[in-house]
């Protein structure tokens, strides 16, 4: 969704009522975010003389700004305005590659990876490294990501699925504690080993970001993550021995 942000340049007085009232009068830099966040700059510092975050309402007029967050109120009236515009603004990210189709930098901002030219977007599991490596079908960068094992595949999941790669390897591959029946890899969000019995039996675990490496002295498999070995089971306390 392509959003802008209004940006007025201008000798205005902003009048803040809240937990610290005051007005102040200069030659400044409004700015209007599409979150409903009001940014007023002056010449120095990088902290704004006057704002409000995520503001409930914002109302842009030729000669003044108002937004009202709960019992906190901003005015800003533009005496002389100096300049206007509205501009196109997303989220900044890490650039992690270029997109094939119209050769753009992609970014990176938490679990997504998007496009700013074709909006095209991608998600990745919170812990998944990018690499530098394009894949040879769609020519997007491959990621990298640990469920068990180390997998390797391409951004879109339509191309080559983390999620089919996970089953492929883990699916069935482990019993449930508390009945017996096979775990099954499934996506509530993240990646979860649930019982195949359910809903007669609602055991189920998120699956650890590491690799599995063996098996708890309770019979489940443990796994090597960034914070240690660990059973499966979260709250077991026998996988930390060995
Ligand atoms: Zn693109
Ligand atoms: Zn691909
Ligand atoms: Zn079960
Ligand atoms: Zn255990």
Not at 20 to 40: C, M, S, Y
Not at 151 to 178: G, H, I, K, Q, T
């Amino acid at each position: 969704m392509p959003t802008s942000t209004h940006v007025i340049a201008g000798r205005c007085t902003t009048e803040f009522d809240g937990s610290r009232d005051r007005t102040q009068r200069g030659d400044v830099l409004v700015v209007i975010k599409p979150d409903g966040t009001v940014l007023v700059h002056d010449a120095a510092g990088y902290q704004p003389v006057a704002w409000l975050t995520r503001a409930d309402t914002v109302t842009v007029s030729p000669d003044a700004v108002t937004a009202q967050d709960g019992d906190q109120s901003l005015s800003v009236t533009v005496h002389e305005e100096y300049a206007r515009n509205r501009y196109r603004t997303n989220d900044a990210g890490v650039p992690v590659g270029t997109c094939p189709a119209c050769e753009s930098s992609l970014v990176r901002s938490g679990g997504t990876v998007s496009c700013p030219d074709c909006e095209d977007s991608y998600s990745v599991p919170a812990d998944a490294t990018i690499l530098d490596e394009q894949c040879s079908d769609c020519g997007l960068p491959r990621f990298r990501a640990k469920r068990g094992d180390v997998f390797e595949v391409c951004l879109d999941y339509d191309c080559e699925s983390f999620d089919d790669r996970v089953r492929a390897a883990f699916d069935r591959e482990f019993d449930c504690p508390d009945c017996g029946d096979d775990l099954r890899v499934l996506r509530r969000g993240g990646l979860l080993l649930g019982c195949d019995a359910y809903p007669d039996c609602e055991t189920g675990f998120s699956f650890p970001v590491g690799r599995h490496d063996g098996t708890c002295d309770c019979g489940l498999p443990t796994f090597e993550t960034p914070t240690g070995r660990r059973c499966l089971d979260s709250s077991c306390e026998k996988a930390t021995a060995q």
